[in-house]
């Protein structure tokens, strides 16, 4: 039980890492206007919070015992 809860709130950690490295990338390419910034940090929070979840079902589906 622990290491599930330890293991969600890594993936946890892994979507704010995320979050802003995918947008950060864009910003080292030079694609930081106005326009692209906030369209780049739309599309990083639904691709970290997609990781994330992707993430967590693992320990969450052997917590809540469904392997049984």
């Known amino acids: 039980m622990l290491f599930g809860i330890v293991y969600i709130l890594a993936a946890v950690l892994l979507t704010l890492h995320l979050t802003h490295g ?5 910003q080292t390419l030079g694609l930081n ?12 929070k639904i ?6 979840v992707g993430f967590s079902i693992i320990p969450l589906y052997f917590m809540l015992g469904f392997n049984n």
């Open 33 to 44: 206007n106005k326009n692209w910034m906030s369209r780049l940090k739309l599309v990083a």
């Open 47 to 52: 691709f970290a919070i997609a990781i994330g």
């Open 22 to 26: 995918f947008w950060s990338a864009f």
